[in-house]
């Protein structure tokens, strides 16, 4: 089954301690991105990467790190999380020339206390 | 840069009836746009995307939406809402490249639709 998977769905944590949020597709798309979700303002582009080894920042990027070693994971890396990271994230991804149509993962949320 | 406005926070509608959610778009470039879904604790779905060609277009569980370039507006409607409908609808924009668009989306507020019995 094509899919987008993020682990963990649910986590909470406290402030300063490091973590990472994995993502993974199975569709061999080029295009990967991470969004969070918060009420009233919808979703807005953490970092994104269109292939191996190459990612760039979003809207949104301060707080957040990403690395792109193979192409079906993307993981979101928190070094320090504060809790202004406390909101609901979803990674994405598409085929490059068709990146419109991104496929989404069901979503992490996280808690920063 | 480009924005996405939608107009409504919130729409709650009886069974039956017929909704329209309102989507307004600024950009200084050509874009495609984009209707996502996303039902409770579920991720983004696409319900329907507008590229070229015919301004009425078609998606997923009976909706549609027109889009209007003089009025920069796309917004979705159905003639007949089920409860299954409730969910929250995310307008989206991406620019139109040449033809091709690399990724960035940019989503509107968020709709949340509900439909009563």
């Known amino acids: 089954e094509a899919q987008v998977t993020q682990n963990p769905r649910y986590l909470i944590t406290v402030t300063g301690k490091k973590l990472t949020v994995t993502c993974s597709q199975n569709?061999?798309?080029?295009?990967m991105s991470w969004y969070r979700q918060d009420p009233g303002l919808g979703l807005r582009q953490i970092y994104y990467?269109?292939?191996?080894?190459?990612?760039d920042k979003g809207d949104v990027p301060e707080g957040y790190k990403v690395s792109r070693k193979e192409k079906r994971n993307f993981p979101l890396i928190l070094e320090s999380p504060s809790p202004n990271q406390t909101s609901l994230y979803f990674c994405a991804s598409s085929h490059l020339d068709r990146s419109y149509e991104q496929y989404f993962g069901p979503g992490t949320r996280l808690t920063v206390t | 840069a480009q924005s996405v406005t939608q107009l409504d926070s919130q729409v709650p509608v009886f069974e039956e009836a017929p909704v329209e959610l309102r989507c307004n778009y600024s950009?200084?470039?050509?874009?495609?746009l984009f209707w996502y879904v996303q039902y409770p604790n579920q991720g983004l779905q696409l319900l329907l995307k507008?590229?070229?060609?015919?301004?009425l277009v078609k998606g997923i569980n009976g909706f549609e939406a027109e889009f209007n370039k003089s009025q920069t507006s796309f917004h979705l409607r159905k003639p007949s809402v089920h409860i299954s409908d409730t969910a929250e609808y995310f307008c989206?924009?991406?620019?139109?490249?040449?033809?091709?668009?690399?990724?960035?989306?940019?989503f509107g507020q968020g709709t949340i639709l509900t439909v009563h019995p």
């Open positions: 990467s269109m292939n191996v080894e190459v990612t």
């Open positions: 569709m061999n798309h080029e295009y």
């Open positions: 950009s200084s470039v050509s874009v495609y």
């Open positions: 507008y590229l070229s060609g015919s301004t």
């Open positions: 989206a924009v991406s620019i139109n490249a040449g033809g091709t668009s690399y990724g960035k989306l940019t």
